[in-house]
């Protein structure tokens, strides 16, 4: 298993205060991401769990873009894997943005 | 956690084949209404799977909690049929287990267990055998306790190995065309007897033979459900008003019910002779009706329903 942790700073915290949501499920080719509003309003980190050793890098971007498009601050997300594409973690990621904003 | 959120969907409409274990819980109970015991925040996950270098996942793979259904307080359980094949663990296990007990404390209207498993896992086979016999004998105490406990079954990984055990030891039954009840599986069958004795890549014989119609044709399963939610709980209210007493006449009737069986039909070489001697007109047809014509037929076999069990 790979563990991976990125921490950000946000510019605004994510709106709404669901306290936490859960999206997905731990399959082949899926994920399941678990969020929590827990963290300072400006921080936002994301802690996976891989069995596929070696993306560290392609993981980086994707957490990368998702913390700029979705603004996620205050939130701790964490991830695990069963090895999803990159497509599928992104889309996974926003749609759990989605559930804490309501 | 009570407060996790997870995505709503429509009972009438959602496939429970298709849905999650939690997608499932939540639209199967009066909306709103479920509270869970040991979510996904406080991370009980198996101590054992990373010793195989294998994923966990927040919840082991079963969501219990508490809910209203039509007002009435239950005790509920799914297991998560895509993560291990919603296989036995020590956690996921143990939830089942405690739930069970819990419920002869809390007294609730009955217990819901929505099967979704293929039995054990293997990488932790002793936890998860002993969690088996551990979730048959609380079962039992349950319903000597006066507590139905209703089984639902039409998740992907059907209801086999030792959830195909437990699921013998429920009040009640309900399965739909795409549930399986058994023991061991198809591969498992083919791998011991060979593929002359059963072919597990043909799908039509397996569904016959393991599958929702069959069962609730013979008495193994007591409601037949289309595969949406709303089915399922419409199911499950009528199963709960209508659990058999346990004492000792409804033990004596199931085994009276079981010897019958054998005798009646253990000479058949497949599901289709088992139909042709229950009475039904037309067994080759059986696998392609729908849900209502299904019915029809089961009203006119005298097997389908008993006092048993």
Redesign the interface.
């Known amino acids: 298993?790979e563990s991976l942790t990125f921490r950000h700073t946000t510019k605004t915290p994510l709106p709404g205060s669901?306290?936490?949501?859960?999206?997905g499920?731990?399959?082949s080719g899926?994920l399941?991401i678990?969020l929590?509003r827990v963290l300072p309003t400006d921080v936002c980190e994301v802690a996976i769990?891989?069995?596929i050793a070696g993306y560290g890098d392609v993981w980086e971007a994707v957490v990368a873009d998702f913390v700029a498009r979705a603004q996620p601050g205050g939130l701790r997300i964490?991830i695990?894997?069963?090895g999803a594409r990159p497509d599928t973690v992104s889309l996974r990621l926003l749609?759990g943005a989605r559930?804490?904003e309501? | 956690m009570a407060g996790t959120r997870a995505a709503r969907i429509d009972p009438d409409t959602v496939s429970w084949y298709e849905a999650t274990a939690r997608q499932r819980v939540r639209a199967l109970v009066d909306p709103g209404s479920f509270r869970e015991f040991l979510g996904p925040t406080e991370r009980r996950m198996s101590p054992h799977l990373p010793l195989f270098d294998l994923p966990r996942a927040f919840d082991d793979g079963i969501v219990v909690g508490r809910a209203d259904l039509d007002g009435g307080p239950v005790l509920i359980a799914a297991q998560e049929g895509r993560f291990m094949g919603g296989a036995f663990g020590e956690v996921h296990g143990g939830k089942l287990v405690g739930l069970l007990r819990a419920a002869l404390e809390l007294k609730p209207t009955a217990v819901l267990i929505l099967f979704d498993t293929g039995g054990v896992r293997l990488q932790e086979a002793n936890a998860g055998e002993t969690a088996i016999a551990e979730a048959m004998r609380a079962i039992v105490d349950v319903r000597a306790a006066g507590i139905p406990v209703i089984g639902l079954i039409g998740g992907r990984a059907g209801c086999y190995g030792g959830g195909g055990l437990i699921a013998g030891t429920c009040s009640r039954l309900a399965v739909s065309e795409g549930g399986r009840i058994s023991v061991s599986g198809p591969e498992v069958i083919e791998t011991n007897k060979g593929a002359e004795e059963f072919d597990s890549r043909d799908r039509a014989l397996v569904w016959r033979t393991m599958g929702g119609k069959h069962r609730r044709l013979i008495g193994g399963a007591d409601a037949f459900c289309a595969d949406t939610v709303a089915a399922f709980r419409h199911a499950a209210l009528d199963l709960i008003r209508r659990a058999p007493t346990f004492d000792l006449a409804t033990l004596d009737a199931e085994q009276a019910r079981l010897e019958s069986r054998i005798a009646r039909f253990g000479e058949c070489r497949d599901a289709t002779d088992v139909w042709a001697r229950l009475g039904v007109n037309d067994p080759e047809a059986v696998p392609a009706m729908d849900t209502r014509a299904f019915d029809e037929t089961v009203s006119r076999v005298g097997d389908a329903d008993h006092d048993a069990r």
């Open positions: 298993m669901v306290p936490s949501a859960i999206t499920v731990v399959a899926n399941e678990l929590e769990e891989t069995p964490s695990n894997d069963g749609q559930l804490m309501a």
